[in-house]
DNA sequence: CTGTAATCCTGCGAGC
DNA sequence: TGCTCGCAGGATTACA
């Protein structure tokens, strides 16, 4: 589900609302999140102040007084903050009671999310450098270029790939090449620099606007505070297959590549 | 190195 | 109406 403008909504959102609070408690149900209980892990985030809420890649990064919780939302995860009072949904599989009233949740339907505790910052950065490439926001054109011309894959594949360019999914993924103009079937070592540049801004392009609405809610995706997303109203290709291509009318065709469905306009891409 | 498929899960819509 | 099938925003692993 959520791809990098998800994830940044759901920290902006949050950020106001746990930052500088401290968990007086940790509820967490019996289910086996991805890499292991979630109750068994609780007790690490007893009594701990939230310091600093961040964004790598998809990953979220909970910082607190003493270690971290990364945390990443998977398929189907879902992280918000509100008054305990509100109704808990059924899949929800953690919860923290924070000092001053408020309650952050996390809730996953299909459970491919998990909540790791670090107990140290540079244990957890280490974790996230081993599988994570530039973040889109900063990644140099000569280090892009480079990447892409190394690899024999197709663009789809080298875009999904973490390592190649950090938060990149399969929705952001295909909007980007149709903007770029380019065929998610072109091998990377096969583009001129001046094309892979054009993908580049696009990503950056793509990842900006999605992120001004909130990024995209098509099935369970919501920000911290609850609110939806609005940016699935932008799509231009992504879940648009025979519609007329924005650009050339031609109508948008859908293949599987990478083990992914995959969109695009065949005439001008 | 690349591509493909299976795996971890639940829910939903399509089609019969 | 009720059933089965395939598919869904991700990451990792195994294998050809």
Not at 68 to 94: C, F, K, N, S, Y
Not at 99 to 125: K, N, W, Y
């Amino acid at each position: 589900m959520p791809e990098l403008p998800e994830v940044e909504t759901v920290v902006r959102d949050l950020r106001p609302m746990i930052v500088g609070r401290r968990i007086v408690r940790v509820k967490a149900g019996q289910k086996q999140l991805r890499g292991g209980q979630s109750n068994s892990r609780a007790r690490a985030f007893h009594e701990r102040t939230i310091r600093a809420l961040d964004r790598r890649g998809k990953w979220i990064i909970v910082e607190l007084d003493r270690g971290a919780a990364l945390i990443h939302l998977g398929m189907t995860g879902q992280l918000t903050a509100g008054p305990p009072d509100r109704p808990v949904e059924p899949h929800t599989h953690v919860m923290f009671d924070l000092h001053d009233g408020g309650q952050l949740r996390f809730r996953d339907i299909r459970r491919f999310g998990s909540v790791t505790p670090f107990v140290e910052m540079a244990e957890l950065h280490r974790y996230l450098d081993a599988r994570l490439g530039p973040e889109p926001f900063a990644i140099k054109p000569a280090e892009f270029r480079q990447s892409l011309l190394a690899t024999k894959r197709v663009l789809k594949a080298a875009l999904l790939d973490q390592t190649v360019i950090a938060g990149v999914g399969n929705i952001y993924a295909d909007e980007s090449l149709f903007v770029a103009r380019l065929s998610p079937h072109c091998r990377g070592c096969d583009l001129k620099p001046v094309e892979i540049e054009r993908l580049r801004k696009a990503i950056v392009t793509v990842l900006r606007f999605a992120i001004n609405r909130r990024g995209s809610s098509i099935r369970n995706y919501v920000g911290g505070s609850g609110l939806n997303g609005e940016y699935q109203r932008e799509f231009r290709v992504y879940g648009r297959t025979g519609d007329p291509c924005p650009r050339c009318r031609s109508p948008i065709t859908h293949c599987r590549l990478a083990g992914r469905s995959t969109h695009y306009c065949r005439k001008c891409q």
